[in-house]
């Protein structure tokens, strides 16, 4: 590929169903705003989908774009610490799987205060933009649902503290 090509971070299908609902004040939505906000797409796709597979085999075996998804968690209780626990590696493994974009991603799980609701799920992690990381944090529903789900906290990160190499 010829170095003069321009290349984005933001796949193409999310680029051209862009809504111009962030703008800077040219009238554009800038790249990194186009890129938090495919990112929060895209968790909130892959919380959404269920893969086909176990619990365990999710979490041990190696998974390919049929897996694509969490696992079933129905069976878990959300007032359960180890329950959490197992659905914090789960999501851990989906985004390192299928969302490479997110990196040093942590993830905490905690229970709904109203009974019967949505668990809460916050992913931090950092995304890399033109060469500089962005430490963001993404607060999202269990179900994947778009209207309980936001980008809250954003910072830039000197390229020294986050490796390329840095995973899950």
């Known amino acids: 590929m ?3 090509m321009p290349f984005s971070s933001i796949p193409l299908f999310d680029r051209l169903r862009a809504a111009p609902d962030t703008t800077t004040h ?3 939505e800038s790249e990194w705003q186009r890129l938090r906000r495919s990112v929060k797409h895209e968790l909130e796709n892959l919380f959404s989908s269920r893969s086909g597979l ?3 085999a999710y979490l041990t ?3 390919t774009v049929l897996d694509y998804g969490l696992p079933d968690t129905t069976a878990l209780s959300m007032d359960s610490v180890l329950d959490r626990q ?3 590696k789960a ?3 989906a985004i390192a799987t299928f969302e490479p974009r997110l990196r040093t991603v942590t993830v905490s799980v905690r229970a709904s205060a109203i009974r019967g609701a949505d668990a809460c799920i916050s992913v931090n992690g950092t995304l890399r ?3 500089r990381q962005h430490r ?4 999202l529903a269990a179900s994947g649902n778009p209207e309980a789900s936001k980008v809250i906290d954003v910072t830039d990160v000197p390229s020294s503290v986050v490796r390329e190499t840095d995973h899950v």
């Not at 963001?136 to 607060?139: H, L, P």
Request: proline share 0%; charged share 25%.
């Open 2 to 4: 010829s170095d003069s």
């Open 26 to 28: 040219e009238g554009h």
């Open 54 to 56: 176990a619990m365990d």
């Open 61 to 63: 075996g190696m998974l």
């Open 86 to 88: 197992h659905l914090e």
């Open 91 to 93: 999501i851990a493994r």
């Open 129 to 131: 933009l033109a060469h």
């Open 136 to 139: 963001v944090q993404f607060e």
